[in-house]
């Protein structure tokens, strides 16, 4: 368990290597980091120069917890009532003034044991236990909270006062999602769930299959048209009629080949994309669909995979697949517009759309932005300070008029960029 100090020791000792390497990488010769890398990697992080449009500005950055340190996690900051909802892997959940930065309400659900009479007193230097979030989620006045134990909480998002909990069969590792007066979790055990929203009431379970062998990761589902829509660890796209549970259609966007195990690893850990009556989904092992909400008919497909989600704007979808290659795509007909491959094994988030431009982290704590059109790279931010440990691990949410973006160790910045 990591204690206050080191991480203070580790910030300081990240600030010096970060001096170092700039004052290593302005004399044209490698940085510090490189001396320890062999040389795939060295391909890997040396990006070409590149001759940016604009200088990304920072207008706050601040700690939040310890982030989620080397764990898997999708656990991405939440815009919603004018506030920044923040959370670290071991409890710690906060609302933050998205122009400030500033704390407006924090909650610890770190776990503590009963030590009877001396339990007060342990309180006061112990952190507890890891909760496990992994997945965070905000709809009108609650936010909801998943936890890798099955645990399902509803905060008050104005005050951060615990509503209710309950716990799921399952590991929930990605963030539950509401509507129709529910909550719905998709769990690692391939038990979906319904929660009442207001009361934490189970409504229904829905038990689907699980392979020998899958990601790390499920799919976030999504709530439309009386439906509950998932991706599964089988390979298929699945639509769950949101009053009962029961599935109303389901249909296989690829299938597994290969003679082991690993070969035949065909999970659909990206979030179901809702468009009109479309819906755009992708498998590990390369499939990218347009599915015909109503029936379940595939409209079209391409051959791209990834586990990360694929993002929309306008009449352009956008993929980052398992290279870390960004594309550009007709939503209607599956049409290639432009590839980026510039950033090639970064282990780049999903792209998210920011205005004129499309904006990434990657794995060694940079953000680049690219532009919507083009796929150009046009800017770039070091958030990280080239460490791994400070990866900007999932997507930056993009708030209107600056970009929020966090990193591994819980740093959350604010950037402004042009509108």
């Known amino acids: ?5 080191c991480g203070q020791c580790g910030r300081i000792t990240r600030a010096i290597g970060l001096a170092l390497t700039l004052s290593v990488g302005l004399s044209g010769c490698s940085t510090i980091s490189d001396w320890f890398a062999d040389d795939e990697e060295l391909e890997i992080r040396r990006l070409a120069p590149l001759d940016a449009e604009f ?6 950055e601040t700690e939040v917890g310890d982030g989620v340190e080397y764990y898997f996690s999708r656990l991405r900051p939440v815009y919603a009532n004018d506030k920044v909802y ?3 892997r071991r409890g710690l959940i906060a609302a933050l003034d998205p122009k400030t930065g500033d704390t407006e309400w924090e909650k610890d659900i ?4 009963d030590e009877g009479m001396m339990s007060s007193i342990t309180r006061m230097w112990s952190r507890g236990e890891s909760a496990k979030i992994a997945g965070l989620s905000v709809d009108g006045d609650q936010v909801f909270v998943g936890t890798e134990d099955g645990v399902i909480m509803a905060l008050n998002a104005e005050s951060g006062e615990m509503n209710w909990s309950h716990t799921v069969a399952g590991e929930i590792l990605a963030a539950p999602v509401s509507g129709e007066h529910l909550v719905v979790i998709n769990t690692g055990s391939g038990t979906l769930v319904a929660l009442d929203a207001e009361t934490g009431e189970q409504r229904w379970q829905h038990e689907g299959d699980v392979p020998p062998l899958s990601l790390r990761g499920i799919s976030r589902p999504a709530i439309s048209n009386g439906g509950v829509i998932l991706g599964t660890a089988t390979g298929k796209i699945q639509v769950n009629i949101v009053d009962s549970g029961l599935v109303a259609w389901e249909t296989a966007i690829t299938s597994p080949a290969g003679a082991t195990e690993l070969e035949r690893i065909v999970d659909i850990d990206a979030a179901p994309l809702m468009y009109g009556g479309t819906i755009y989904t992708i498998s590990f092992n390369g499939t990218l669909a347009a599915v015909e909400l109503r029936s379940g008919r595939v409209i ?6 990834s586990y990360r989600n694929v993002t929309l704007d306008g009449t352009t979808l956008y993929v980052v697949d398992n290279n870390s290659h960004v594309y550009a795509l007709d939503r209607r007909n599956g049409i ?3 590839s980026q491959t510039g950033l090639k094994k970064r282990v780049l988030t999903a792209a998210e759309p920011a205005g004129d431009y499309l904006v990434l982290g990657d794995k060694w704590g940079l953000i680049h932005w690219l532009n919507k059109e083009t ?3 046009v800017a770039r931010y070091d958030l990280g300070g080239d460490d791994e440990d400070e990866s900007v691990y999932v997507a930056p949410v993009y708030t209107g008029n600056a970009l929020i973006a966090i990193t ?6 604010s950037i402004s960029m042009p509108e």
């Open 55 to 60: 200088e990304p500005q920072v207008n706050w």
């Open 336 to 338: 290639e517009l432009w």
């Open 86 to 88: 923040v959370a670290d």
């Open 1 to 5: 368990m990591l204690t206050e100090t």
């Open 300 to 305: 079209w497909k391409r051959e791209y995979g």
């Open 408 to 413: 591994r160790e819980g740093e959350v910045a």
């Open 110 to 113: 770190a776990i503590f044991k």
């Open 375 to 377: 796929g150009e790279i």
